[in-house]
């Protein structure tokens, strides 16, 4: 069964902490990306990977981390140094940076 | 800066009638996209249109690409309940940045 998942669905954090997101695709994609949602927001990006051990940074990577070890991974972690993390957390994949994008479900992250 | 801009915010209508929402964009483009969002979800692939396009057509959607004045729109038909979510455009801008830029949306509500 094809996809792409994200893991968790919600996410508590204490300020201060460093929290991973997950993101998986069996799609055999080479680009995956990550985007952050605000209430009643389109979505920004915050980083993209076009292929294996390489990624770039959107318009919002201040505060977040990524990493590109294997096809089918992109872990985002998002870092005590972003001011604003509450958010609702979107992983996407493609075939190439400008085909059609497929999205996961979406991780909500609460910082308490 | 947006690329990609939605109006209306907000749309409501009666089930069985017509939704029709618009995208503006600034730059040249390769493709414009429409994707869907229900509440608290991932985002689905709706229709792309290339820039030699003028009109597309899948089930119920009709898309329209005017590039003189930079501008799409979406129709939906015969609209149903199930039709209520978030609608996105995501634009592809010709040049060296390659990637897809996303519209705050259009939220549509379709009453029963």
């Known amino acids: 069964d094809g996809g792409i998942t994200q893991s968790p669905k919600y996410l508590f954090r204490k300020e201060g902490q460093n929290v991973t997101l997950s993101c998986e695709q069996n799609?055999?994609?080479?680009?995956m990306y990550w985007y952050r949602q605000d209430p009643g927001q389109g979505l920004r990006l915050i980083y993209y990977?076009?292929?294996?051990?390489?990624?770039q940074k959107g318009d919002i990577a201040e505060g977040y981390s990524v990493s590109r070890e294997k096809k089918e991974s992109f872990p985002l972690t998002v870092t005590s140094a972003q001011k604003n993390p509450t958010a609702f957390y979107l992983c996407?994949?493609?075939?190439?940076?400008?085909?059609?994008?497929?999205f996961g479900p979406g991780t909500r992250l609460t910082v308490l | 800066s947006q690329q990609g801009e939605e109006d209306p915010q907000a749309l409501s209508i009666q089930e069985g009638e017509n939704a029709t929402m618009n995208c503006s964009y600034k730059?040249?483009?390769?493709?414009l996209q429409w994707y869907r969002q229900n509440s608290g979800r991932g985002l689905v692939h709706l229709i792309l249109?290339?820039?030699?396009?003028r009109e597309k057509h899948s089930g119920r959607l009709r898309v329209t690409l005017d590039t003189s004045k930079k501008s799409s729109s979406l129709l939906i038909t015969a609209s149903r309940a199930a039709d209520t979510a978030s609608y996105f455009c995501?634009?592809?801008?010709?040049?060296?940045?390659?990637?897809?830029?996303f519209g705050s949306g259009t939220q549509l509500t379709v009453l029963p």
């Open positions: 990977s076009q292929i294996v051990n390489d990624f």
């Open positions: 995501a634009t592809d801008p010709s040049g060296s940045a390659r990637q897809l830029t």
């Open positions: 799609l055999n994609h080479d680009a």
């Open positions: 730059t040249s483009i390769n493709n």
């Open positions: 249109i290339r820039s030699n396009e």
């Open positions: 996407a994949s493609s075939i190439g940076v400008t085909d059609t994008q497929y």
